[in-house]
């Protein structure tokens, strides 16, 4: 069963920083895309970095610079550092896989996703 | 950055009924346009994607149409477990990936 477990939020003072973890079982990290979105409170999804199966990766512009994906590969684990924390930065954050139909796998549409790990910044 | 622009926010409906959502993009994205359901407490959940294909176990009474800068998301007959809130995705033109702002189907 593809299962992603997301571990890693918590309450950090603005400035700070905090390193997600996403740990996949079913399926290889690295052989996939694999995003990171994150929700605030009574928002939409916003998406914030993916990974390609190269190791190529891409920002919003909201976190580019902050922010860093990464995997390890021994680990089968995603991870998201996020550096210069802002109160804007307060959400849900989601670990996803690009979604796969059959032997297709597509790089910007998200499915299954972790059940998320709740990251607050404030003083 | 592509914008897109749900509606109704909130559609008020009972079980059985035909729900119809709408979704608008700023500019085109061809068929590049995907549906998520999302329930209180949880992820979302890829429905469609590229504006007509149905995800796997996703129920036949979902389906997708349109093309270019408008959407429909139509269930043919609501279940008790439909209700919840749906948005689209567009990945025509990114980065950014963008998501809209969401529509929410409630019991009347």
């Known amino acids: 069963e593809v299962q992603l477990v997301e571990t890693g939020g918590g309450l950090i003072q603005p400035g700070g920083s905090l390193r997600l973890s996403c740990a996949a079982s079913g399926f290889t990290v690295s052989s996939n895309y694999m995003t990171w979105v994150r929700q605030a409170p009574g928002k939409g999804p916003e998406w914030v970095s993916l990974?390609?199966?190269?190791?190529?990766?891409d920002y919003a512009d909201s976190v580019k610079g902050r922010f860093t994906i990464s995997r390890d590969n021994s680990k089968n684990t995603l991870y998201l550092q996020m550096n210069s924390l802002r109160a804007e930065d307060t959400a849900v954050y989601y670990c996803?896989?690009?979604?796969?139909?059959?032997?297709?796998?597509?790089?910007?549409?998200?499915?299954?996703w972790g059940q998320g790990t709740l990251v607050t910044v404030s003083s | 950055e592509i914008v897109l622009t749900q509606s109704p926010a909130t559609l008020s409906l009972s079980p059985g009924e035909r729900a119809t959502l709408s979704c608008r993009a700023s500019?085109?994205?061809?068929?590049?346009l995907a549906w998520y359901q999302q329930k209180p407490g949880q992820a979302p959940r890829l429905l469609i994607y590229d504006a007509s294909n149905r995800a796997t176990g996703v129920p036949a009474r979902f389906s997708g149409s349109g093309s270019g800068t408008d959407f429909t998301l139509t269930i043919s007959s609501l279940e008790p477990e439909d209700f919840a809130v749906y948005y689209c995705?567009?990945?025509?033109?990114?980065?950014?990936?963008?998501f809209g702002g969401g529509t929410k189907v409630e019991i009347k």
């Open positions: 995705q567009q990945r025509s033109d990114w980065p950014p990936l963008t």
């Open positions: 990974i390609y199966s190269d190791g190529t990766t």
């Open positions: 500019q085109s994205v061809s068929s590049y």
């Open positions: 996803a896989r690009g979604y796969c139909s059959g032997e297709t796998c597509y790089v910007a549409w998200f499915g299954p």
